[in-house]
């Protein structure tokens, strides 16, 4: 797979004006956390969702654990609230 000349430009500008200039080891190991999940997001159906099946997990007990709390919204407030917003 051959980049297209403008991909590889943007892309060597990218590194020169960015990555070049990490200069310290918690910057770079940010930058890599970010790179992996934005290149594992890439590979997900919904993306904007979740980002693995732990977190997916994670956030459905803690949905219920704030339901159990008492923390949310029906329907109905809900549909009261949005009127609101007009």
């Known amino acids: 797979m051959t980049l297209s000349a403008e991909l590889r430009i943007r ?3 990218f590194i020169e ?3 070049n200039k990490i200069d310290n080891i918690e910057m770079m190991i940010e930058v890599e956390r970010a790179t992996r ?3 594992s997001r890439r590979q997900m159906a919904h ?4 980002y693995s099946r732990k ?3 994670d956030s459905v007990r803690e949905a219920i654990k704030q ?3 008492g923390e949310y919204i029906t329907d109905d407030k809900l549909e009261k609230e949005i009127r609101t917003w007009w």
Do not use: G, N, S, T
């Open 11 to 13: 892309r060597d500008i």
């Open 37 to 39: 999940q934005i290149f």
């Open 47 to 50: 993306p904007c969702m979740v």
């Open 17 to 19: 004006k960015y990555l």
């Open 67 to 69: 339901i159990e709390r």
């Open 55 to 57: 977190e997916m997990a």
